[in-house]
């Protein structure tokens, strides 16, 4: 009988990056009040998805979060989580920005604490029906991995936007890798999503020594400080055709959340993972739904599909809500429509408004289409349609439109509004 790969009593642990707040700039104004890994996705900060899906595997025994967000900013969430799941979790702060290479190797020792035996590393932008468990499973199947990656198809068209790779048919080994190439490369594109063995840090620190040289010598001069690395351009595309990188394919849903428009589908997708049946027993709630239970929706609005209301929010009579996410303690007063928009925490729309956006889901027409992540001008200059945002503490008066707008936090709006960003 053969050997099973792991027992319980194997030892895993999982790390988070999520950057810090100069980063994310394209989900302004949404991370103007609320850090974007914190940002609410069908109804729990978006990096708790992460956790959750961590934690279903009963050998991960600690979750790490490293970013330069400072460490009070995170407290909350951290105790939260703590609490919630019974698993050690920690943040760890960088003193400055290292890039997704450098804070990973910052922080390796208190990585390889009580010898795991490999580590999940898991961007924290990314959203999808994580399948750590086979991940795991395909990693230990190859013991001379160092690192193995999770991939997925995307049309030819948009494998540039991303990680590509080129691997072996049969071993799944990984021979090309390259970052955001400037031509076609392959359609296997890297979702940040990756199973590492502890001993990848003895890669990282050859591969540190070789940036630190170029640093102090003046050849390189695009990298911010000597401490800075790369993992995607400076570790796995080192460790590409050396039989060490390997990757997975998956056809499960994955995404990224780059734009307040991302988010609108990441929520679509997380609220149908997690449905429950208790989402139905109102009829005029049209599911994927979630509403927090300290929200207060009068029975005669109709909400859904897609739809996010966090706690404290007040939906009056008559409102029609459909594919948006509604932010803790905002109102949407009597026969108001919203939709295709995100509305910020403690804003107020009036009775009689009309609140739309443009979605911007990926082409339902091309298998493996991605998310386009356009961006907020084109090339003439005028605002590209997207999602309506209202921002933190908006007031919108009664019988007003937007359409296609965002609005910046704590704006009190006195008329109607198109194609426009409201400063």
Request: with cysteine.
């Amino acid at each position: 009988m053969d050997k099973p790969l792991y027992d319980n009593s194997t030892m895993l642990k999982a790390v988070i990056l999520i950057g810090g707040p100069q980063k994310g700039t394209r989900f302004r104004p949404l991370s103007l009040d609320t850090p974007k890994p914190l940002f609410p996705i069908a109804g729990v900060p978006l990096i708790q998805h992460h956790i959750a899906a961590c934690v279903k595997l009963p050998q991960v025994r600690e979750i790490l979060i490293i970013g330069s967000y400072t460490a009070a900013t995170m407290a909350q969430f951290v105790g939260d989580m703590h609490r919630e799941y019974s698993v050690a979790i920690r943040y760890l702060q960088e003193f400055t920005p290292l890039g997704t290479g450098g804070g990973l190797y910052h922080f390796r020792d208190q990585i390889r604490a009580g010898n795991p035996a490999a580590f999940f590393l898991l961007n924290g932008d990314v959203c999808a029906d994580f399948p750590l468990k086979q991940l795991w499973e395909f990693h230990m199947e190859r013991p001379n991995s160092l690192v193995t990656i999770m991939g997925t198809e995307a049309t030819r068209q948009q494998s540039i936007h991303y990680g590509c790779m080129v691997r072996e048919s049969s071993t799944k080994a990984v021979s090309h890798y390259v970052e955001k190439p400037t031509s076609y490369v392959s359609a296997l594109i890297n979702c940040g999503v990756y199973v590492c063995a502890p001993r990848v840090f003895q890669t990282m620190a050859k591969a540190l020594e070789r940036k630190e040289a170029d640093y102090y010598s003046g050849n390189n001069q695009s990298t911010p400080n000597p401490g800075y690395m790369s993992w995607e351009q400076d570790v796995l595309a080192p460790l590409a055709g050396t039989n060490t990188l390997y990757a997975m394919q998956i056809t499960n849903w994955w995404s990224q959340v780059k734009t307040p428009g991302s988010a609108i589908y990441a929520n679509r997708h997380y609220l149908e993972l997690h449905r429950t049946q208790s989402d139905t027993h109102n009829n005029n709630i049209l599911p994927d739904v979630f509403v927090h239970p300290t929200a207060c929706v009068d029975d005669s609005a109709v909400i859904g599909p897609n739809v996010s209301i966090g706690a404290g929010c007040t939906i009056k009579a008559g409102v029609r809500i459909k594919e948006s996410i509604i932010l803790n303690n905002a109102t949407i007063s009597e026969h108001s429509l919203v939709m295709y928009s995100v509305v910020g925490q403690n804003a107020s729309v009036g009775e009689w408004s009309r609140i739309e956006g443009t979605p911007s889901d990926p082409d339902p027409n091309k298998p493996f289409a991605k998310m386009e992540n356009q961006a907020l001008f084109n090339a003439d200059g005028r605002l590209n349609p997207s999602i309506t945002i209202l921002g933190a503490s908006v007031v919108v008066p009664a019988e007003t439109i937007l359409l296609n707008t965002i609005v910046l936090p704590h704006k009190h709006l006195t008329r109607s509004f198109k194609h426009e960003i409201i400063l």
